[in-house]
């Protein structure tokens, strides 16, 4: 007998060995598998489960092995727990979460295979009370082990052992109501007819089907409340969203038996788990519901009490879950329309102009399925043919524009469009409607348009042909140009020429309507022949249509001085005039004409105004200043070289100078004209073709209109000098050094280096104008400084300027020291200007170490001046300004990153300049005093964390240079500094003595205990680390210095001391001394620094104990310890995680009252483990959120 148990034990391993390796393949039919298995378990049912068992014990990856003997002899739990202990837990990886695709797959031949099993047993095997309570007593008590991984791959086995079921019992269910149905029509038949065989088998049939629905239903409620109640609310996310996920398939596969309240309350309480993945796995059970409109009546309990948390999840923080709670919004409204609110609706409407393309796409859908699907009943058979303003598309463009008006978001039409792109297509391409709402007269009893809402028309229709000819949405939307198939690449070529055929007859008339003197909408429709197929002009014979539209766009250049307006008729005639196709010479032509008349106009009319003795004439002003915007306008996008603009250009800017009351728009479009012309003849002469004489006469050029440039730099107009600097901005970047890079060493004399006066002003002139406060800039556009709108303008102009100039650092344009008077700013105008200075830091460390360095350094050596200077020389250092400082330098300190190695030369060097700056200037009393500057030494210590060990020796070396015997016998306050800088150098080398409490670092209280001694690191050899100074004896030199190659060996000390203390306190260091305390002596010193450390160490340890405390008290509140199972109806604790924290759920029981489904199990060995299974392991706090405990949600 033992012989043959050993036998089936053996031959059982290998079954089970290759039953985990045939599903980890997925290779086979997996039905044959089960049937193998099976057919295995009739012959010994015993044998067969020991695989089976062992099968799952191999899925969560242990390498333990169930044996007949702990099979037959010990208790589940018992079992469970010899598992554990064999579990190898020296990595967290288990199959469910292995990577690579052989695992991913893996998971779905193990779900599979657990489907397959049921629903082949289903006919006898499950009801025999061994098998499936073997099963689920086995996956109970995995899904309440410690170990992830039998919880995960337990919990993930009985929610899909429990979905079989379910599927067996809807099965069972049918079969009850045919034999019902077959019973009810035999027994009402005449008794002479009737057939009491049949009947009796029938009854007999239906008394069987019976007995197995409630045995399966026993099997459900025992995996429900054994594992699910249970695992929904796991520590784990992966655990928490398979529970959700399968409910809702129960839910949706047998809603009779599952959609009720008892069920779904649980899907509501998990909408407010932490994890977004769970958050998503509730939607889609919920999308799968609401998707069957016969199921919404069972809902709507449900909904009347989840809604507001569902329309609030539209603004989850995770972009995925957003969407889909936007999407099952509109399950719900298609399903009734008067559940949601206009309020509801609203907060969805407004998603449709969100940055993220799909929250924005099913915004659209929900938008169009609630303002564009209503039938209209007067558009039926007849008029559905009528186009233009007749067709039933007018009437939703007109709901489109009311819609786009009333979300006062005038401009972002595109993002309104994109949103709506593939639901409406057809909706927003049909151009003929738009185009006869805006050419024809209103028809009987219709509307007109009103001005505002033309021009959001005009806006809404130029973003779809933009849409449908550019194929991808607008900026900000998209990761990437999409790559169009065939078939969309024809339907674009298609509707670019219905567009070209549709607008190149109607956009003269609508130029020429009233809309022509409207800038807004003159700037809109001039931007439509940018997407013409130009072609279509020849071979459509629409030549007169071209002529036309030629005529439309010189009267409107003539009549307008809009800027906007002015650039897009420049634009639209680049676009016309494109060599590549016939209609070039004509539109060249018209063009020609055109800048030749606002040329000898110009000329004519600035020759009268500069030769007038008396004071200007506002009228010739005006007339000088709009013809030298339009040429300016033209100047952007076209060549007008051969007509020599720098000329006239520079006399009048010569001029402005001289007599200083030239008017601001006139010097500042006459600055602008005279950049587009240096920038064209460069253009010019980079294509090689020019004369050498070109070249000089292009750098006198250059040279002479940055002199002038400069001296506009000292206007008394703030917008005038703006500009110049601006232009100087992008002159210098574009004539550096860089210009002869790639080949073109020809242009080798063109390049200009900015002389220190220049770099000088263009310095000022950012510390004067842009490191302001906002109160300070009232020169504001439009004059309205308490408009929001346009303090932000002014914001991003000022970000502009700054940029400007920091690229001149970055590019080695001016040097790098001029970056100290910006980096200074770093802490004061963090908000507005943080990311550009932190890139620009980021930049020059890229550039040179060592010289970025010097300029940090430096940057804090005049803020420590500017201090010297406001407070006196011997200032409080505990002074707000002085703690500016030293939290600037904290600041400049992390930027230097983790690897030590690579700022090395750079750190060193930082270091040694703070020294000499610290001891630069002594002290007028006397040696014995400290030096003025001594106290920057309090600064410089932030940065003694990135040195390096024998750097730190080096350092302190050249540290002693400076020092007496007396300044180390001084113990005063105002030493301090210095002798907390020394203990900044000295905490990294074990055998130097302290210099305060004189105790061997070894000893200190400041290292932790738990650091690991630095075992298997080589030291340095004595000769090596005595050459480690070698830079010191170096000057200022922008070459890195030559450093010893050593292994990084870096001390905790200084780490473990700052993680001690915390962010907004100051330094726990030892040179913080209570205010205005006399000098004390040695002992009475090292007495409180020690009494000190040992506060703080005591406050660490309360802390820690009082977190202790804190987490053990809120689970045992949260865990319900017992011998039976957790109540199923137990709440969980929930959190609201939304970007915008609006309408928390109230009262959510009231009218809520449902069963609960009782287990009631026959009796067996593996049923009674059950009761003995091992409390839930589970951390509610890192799930859910406190603030919902104890809410009953039904």
Known sequence: MNRMNGHHQQNGEVENMMLFEVVKLGKSAMQSVVDDWIESYKHDRDTALLDLINFFIQCSGCKGVVTAEMFRHMQNSEIIRKMTEEFDEDSGDYPLTMPGPQWKKFKSSFCEFISVLVRQCQYSIIYDEYMMDTVISLLTGLSDSQVRAFRHTSTLAAMKLMTALVNVALNLSINMDNTQRQYETERNKIIGKRANDRLELLLQKRKELQENQDEIENMMNAIFKGVFVHRYRDAISEIRAVCIEEIGVWMKMYSDAFLNDSYLKYVGWTMHDKQGEVRLKCLTALQGLYYNRELIPKLELFTSRFKD????????????????????????????????????????????????????????????????????????????????????????????????????????????????????????????????????????????????????????????????????????????????????????????????????????????????????????????????????????????????????????????????????????????????????????????????????????????????????????????????????????????????????????????????????????????????????????????????????????????????CQHYLMNVNTAVKEQAFTILCDILMIFSHQIVSGGREVLEPLVYTPDSSLQSELLSFILDHVFIDQDEDSHSTDGHQDDEASKIEALHKRRNLLAAFCKLIVYNVVDMHTAADIFKQYMKYYNDYGDIIKETMSKCRQADKIQCAKTLILSLQQLFNELEQDLGLSFDRTAPGFSGVKELARRFSLTFGLDQLKTREAVAMLHKDGIDFAFKEPNVNGEGYPAVNLAFLDILSEFSSKLLRQDKRTLYVYLEKFMTEQMILHREDVWLPLISYRNSLLTGDDDTMSVVSGISSRGSSVRSKKTKPATGKRKLPEAEESNDGSWISREHSLQSPLMMQSPQLTSTVMREAKRLRPEEESYMGVYQMPHHQPAVDYNSQMSWLIAQRQQEEARQQERAAMNYVKLRSNLQHAIRRGTGLMEDDEEPIVEDVMMSSEGRIEDLNEGMDFDTIDIDLPPSKNRRERNELKPDFFDPASIMDDSVLGVSMF
Request: with cysteine; aromatic share 8%; hydrophobic share 40%.
């Open 309 to 708: 948390r569902i329309v609030s999840m539209t603004l989850d923080k995770e972009y995925e879950v957003a969407v889909q709670a936007i999407k099952l919004l509109t399950l719900v409204l298609q399903g009734s329309d008067d559940v949601l609110t206009s309020e509801d609706c609203e907060n969805v409407y407004h998603l449709v102009y969100s940055a993220h393309r799909p929250v924005a796409v099913a915004a659209g859908e929900f938008l169009y399925k609630k303002l564009f699907c209503q039938k209209d009943p007067e558009s039926d058979e007849g008029t559905v043919k009528r186009k233009g303003r007749q067709s039933p598309n007018a009437k939703l463009i007109k709901t489109l524009v009311f819609f786009f008006l009333e979300s006062e978001l005038h401009e972002h039409a595109a993002y309104l469009v994109d949103s709506m792109w593939d639901c409406a297509t057809d909706l927003l391409k049909d151009w003929e409607c738009m185009a006869s709402l805006l050419m024809e007269e209103p028809l009987n009893g219709e509307e007109v348009l009103t001005d505002r809402q033309e021009s959001a028309l005009i806006e809404i229709m130029l973003c779809t042909i933009r849409q449908t000819v550019e194929c991808h949405p607008p900026v900000g939307r998209s990761s990437g140009r999409k790559v169009l198939t065939a078939k969309e690449k024809k339907t674009q070529l298609d509707d670019r020429t219905r567009i070209t055929e549709q607008f190149s007859t109607v956009l003269p008339q609508l130029l020429a309507k009233q809309y022509a003197v409207d800038a807004e909408k003159v700037t809109n429709l001039l931007q439509l022949p940018l997407f013409f197929d130009l072609e279509i002009y020849t071979t459509g014979r629409l030549e007169k249509h071209l002529d036309s539209l030629l005529r439309q766009l010189k009267n409107i250049v003539e009549k307008h001085v809009d800027t906007d307006v002015l650039e897009a008729c420049s634009k639209t005639y680049h676009s016309l005039c494109n060599d590549e196709y016939t209609i070039f010479n004509r539109v060249d032509i018209s063009r020609s004409q055109l800048i030749d008349e606002l040329v000898d106009k110009f000329s004519h009319m600035l020759e009268d105004f500069l030769q007038e003795d008396e004071e200007l004439d506002e009228d010739d002003a005006y007339q000088v200043l709009s013809t030298l915007k339009r040429i300016t306008a033209f100047h952007n996008a076209h060549d007008l070289t051969r007509w020599d603009l720098f000329s006239s250009n520079y006399k009048l800017l010569k001029i402005g100078i001289e007599n200083g009351d030239m008017p601001e728009q006139i010097v500042i479009h006459a600055l602008q004209c005279t950049h587009y012309v240096i920038l064209w003849n460069l253009a010019t002469v980079s294509e090689g073709s020019s004369t050498k004489d070109r070249l000089i006469m292009l750098r006198k050029q250059m040279r002479a209109f940055c002199q002038l």
